[in-house]
DNA sequence: AAGGAAACAGTACAAGCGTGCGATAATAAG
DNA sequence: CTTATTATCGCACGCTTGTACTGTTTCCTT
C-alpha cells in the first residue's frame, strides 16, 4: 500500500479513498491487465495476415517481450501466487485460467485456418482442445521461466520458443485416443 | 517461522536453535526436497526399464502426483516467488534450474536409448539441448498449472501429458536451424 | 459567491512478522 | 553427583503492514 501510494505520488489516505482495501487495489490491477491484454489480442485477432503469424502475434501479448507486458506479467504472477491464500482472488483466477486458455484455442485455430472458435462451446476431447491444453501449458511454463530466470531469454529466444511450439503443434499428429 | 514452530510441536525459540534466521529454514527446506527428489530420479536412472518408461518416471518425480510430491512442489514455488526478493535464495534458484535442465537432457537421452549426459557437458544448440530446453519448458508450465489448479488435473491426466509430450518430442523433427 | 462533494494528507492503531535474549529443563560426560 | 552442553521455552523488542479516522484542500455546481 505504501510503496503503491509513493509511486503514485499520494499519500496512503489519498490511496485508500480509491481502493477500499489492498484486496481491491490487486484485483483492480489483474482486471487492468486482462482488459489491455484482452484488447491487443481482440486486435489482432481481426487483423489481415497469415495464420500462424496471427496465432503467434496473440500468444505474444502474454509473455514478458518489453516493459510493459514484463509488468503486466508480474502482475498476473502476483495473483496467481497470492490466490493461493486469499480465497477473493479465486474467480478472477479462475477467469484468467479459462481466458487463456481461449487464447491458445484462437491460437491453434488461427494455425489451422479454422474459425475461431467461440466462447461457450464445447471443446472437450476434440483435437483443437487437446492442442489448446497443450499450448497452454506450454505458454505458462515459457511465462514463468521468463518470468524468473529473465537473463536467460532475450525477447528473440522468447519469440522463436513459440514459433517452433507453434509449428510442432501444428504439424503434429497427435494420437486421437489414449492408450493405457 | 511461528506456524513451522507450532506445526513441529516446538516453540519458536526452540525452533531458533535449528534455523538462526527464516532464511536459513527456508533454504534447508529446499535443499531437504533437493536432495529427495535427486535420490528418487538417480534411482530411477540406474534401473532397468525401457528408455521411454525411465524418461516418465524421472520426470513424475518432480510433478504433483501425490502428497509427499505435492508439498515439494509447494516448496520449489515457494522459493522461486521469494527469489524474486531475496537475493541470498537466488543461488538455490539457479541450482534448481540447471538441476531441473539436466533431468530433462537424461530424460530425452533416455527416450532416444542414448548414453546418459555428463554434467559438465557442453549443449548449446545441439539437437539434445533444444528439446531439453523444449521439455524443461513444458514440465515447468504443468507443474504451474497442477499446483494452482490442482482440481482440474487427475494424476492420469498429470501422467497421460508427460506421456505425450515425451512422445511427440521423441518422434518430432525439429528444425537444426532457426530461420528468422 | 457559497456550499457541498470529491480528493487528498496525516496520524494512529492493531496485528503480524522475524528476531534477540535470558531463563529453564533435559541429557550426557567427568 | 556434579557439571557442562545441548535443547527448549517464554517474552519482548523493533519493524512492517493494512486499515480506520479526522481534518484539510481542491474543484465543480447553481
Not at 117 to 136: K, M, S, V, W, Y
Amino acid at each position: 500500500m505504501r510503496k503503491v501510494a509513493e509511486a503514485a505520488g499520494v499519500s496512503v489516505g489519498g490511496l485508500r479513498h480509491y481502493f477500499d482495501s489492498q484486496r481491491g487495489l490487486l484485483a483492480f490491477a489483474a482486471q487492468a491487465v486482462g482488459r489491455s491484454v484482452a484488447a491487443r489480442i481482440a486486435g489482432h485477432l481481426h487483423a489481415d495476415l497469415p495464420g500462424p503469424e496471427r496465432a503467434r502475434l496473440m500468444l505474444e501479448e502474454l509473455l514478458p517481450l518489453d516493459g510493459n507486458r514484463r509488468v503486466e506479467v508480474d502482475v498476473w504472477l502476483a495473483c496467481l501466487v497470492r490466490s493461493r491464500i486469499d480465497e477473493s482472488l479465486a474467480d478472477l483466477h479462475r477467469n484468467a485460467w479459462a481466458a487463456e486458455r481461449h487464447i491458445c484455442r484462437l491460437a491453434i485455430a488461427s494455425c489451422h485456418d479454422l474459425p475461431a472458435p467461440e466462447i461457450g462451446q464445447e471443446f472437450t476431447d476434440t483435437g483443437l482442445e487437446r492442442r489448446a491444453a497443450r499450448l497452454h501449458v506450454f505458454i505458462d511454463g515459457l511465462t514463468l521461466q521468463t518470468a524468473t530466470y529473465p537473463r536467460n531469454f532475450t525477447p528473440e529466444d522468447i519469440r522463436a520458443a513459440v514459433r517452433d511450439e507453434l509449428r510442432l503443434l501444428t504439424e503434429a499428429r497427435l494420437p486421437t485416443e489414449r492408450e493405457t
